[in-house]
């Protein structure tokens, strides 16, 4: 009914039928809250450190507004589109970060538009890639806390592509998807290419996952990027158990294999309790460790209502070498934060 009133209203300001809009949902998610934050370098090199309150912008769950719609073209086939962009909660900026990157696009998280028939499904335009769609299976906090975990970031062969073409298939409990982003480079097309496929299989309680990605650098070519991801979860209920691991490396350069380890309990139809680890190495071109990051993080989720969920989380930051670099602003080995929020989804 909000959503309904909501399409009224948007058309009436447009001076636009409201007919127009009629299969349109609009949607997205707000997340604010406070975090206290020790051992943040003060100085380049993290010569000095000290702590940081701040108030967090999507923490838990990204901060995201988008409009969807499915049309019936008759015969199961549907025609779907999906635009969504991101903004800052804590400043209302458009885009992500301190100040909003609004460079990014308006619709820097998603924009595609395709047919689908039942599990089957082709979608051109931005979208995620096969890498990150195959970690959050296998994502120790199921791609809630990004603000503060590693791992959609790392490994997932950039999280989103732009100029893509995604084909998806899906048959009995398993399922495989395949994406291919052009690099639309004149006279040399598979410059700044990506190619990916992924699968994911669920025998009773297990989830299986794998995903693998080869791309080229779009300034000469000759560069080729792999990631990798495996892993799977074990779902007993109320207990579930996830781990997987990931690896990217470039032609001549070093690689970053990760390690991801997770326990979610539902303690109750409205807390849910999650415990994650990542570890992530930096190696050199040789294979040498050159840093080394570890992240532990314990939180727990309240659901207020369907689409209102209050958390509390805390997180503990292990860092050496390289990963222990002391960036303004960053992190120190040994930093712990604590933080509080409340997400709402409309």
């Known amino acids: 009914m909000q959503k309904k009133l909501l399409t009224m209203a948007v058309a009436s300001a447009l001076a636009v039928p409201v007919v127009a809009f009629a299969q349109v949902t609009v949607y997205g998610t707000i997340d604010t809250g406070l975090r206290q934050e020790g051992k943040i370098s003060t100085v380049a090199g993290g010569a000095t450190n000290g702590s940081r309150m701040s108030v967090t912008d999507g923490q838990r769950t990204t901060n995201r507004w988008g409009l969807k719609g499915t049309e019936d073209l008759g015969g199961g086939l549907n025609a779907n589109f999906t635009l969504e962009g991101q903004y800052s909660s804590d400043t209302g900026a458009l885009g992500s970060g301190p100040t909003g990157a609004t460079s990014q696009g308006l619709f820097q998280r998603k924009a595609i538009v395709g047919l689908s028939s039942g599990g089957n499904s082709v979608d051109l335009g931005r979208d995620y890639t096969v890498n990150f769609k195959s970690q959050g299976i296998y994502d120790p906090m199921s791609y809630t806390y990004t603000g503060v975990t590693p791992s959609a970031g790392t490994n997932t062969a950039g999280v989103r592509s732009s100029n893509m073409v995604t084909a998806g298939f899906r048959f009995g409990t ?4 395949v994406d291919y982003a052009l690099g639309e480079v004149t006279a040399n097309n598979s410059w700044g290419t990506r190619t990916g496929i992924m699968g994911d299989f669920a025998f009773g309680p297990v989830t299986v996952t794998g995903a693998l990605s080869s791309s080229k650098d779009a300034a000469t070519g000759t560069l080729t990027t792999k990631t990798t991801n495996f892993g799977g979860k074990y779902d007993m209920g109320a207990l579930t158990f996830r781990a997987g691991t990931s690896s990217t490396q470039t032609d001549g350069a070093g690689k970053t294999p990760m390690i991801l380890l997770g326990v979610q309990y539902a303690i109750s139809p409205t807390l849910n309790g999650r415990v994650g680890y990542y570890q992530t190495k930096f190696e050199s071109t040789g294979g040498a460790e ?36 002391g960036a303004v602003g960053s992190p120190m080995d040994g930093a712990t934060a604590v933080a509080v929020g409340i997400a709402h989804s409309f």
């Open 174 to 177: 398993g399922g495989i998807r």
């Open 290 to 325: 050159v840093g080394k990051s570890k992240l532990f993080i314990v939180a727990l989720d309240y659901s207020l209502s369907k689409r209102t969920t209050t958390y509390v989380e805390v997180d503990k930051r292990t860092l050496s070498g390289t990963a222990n670099a």
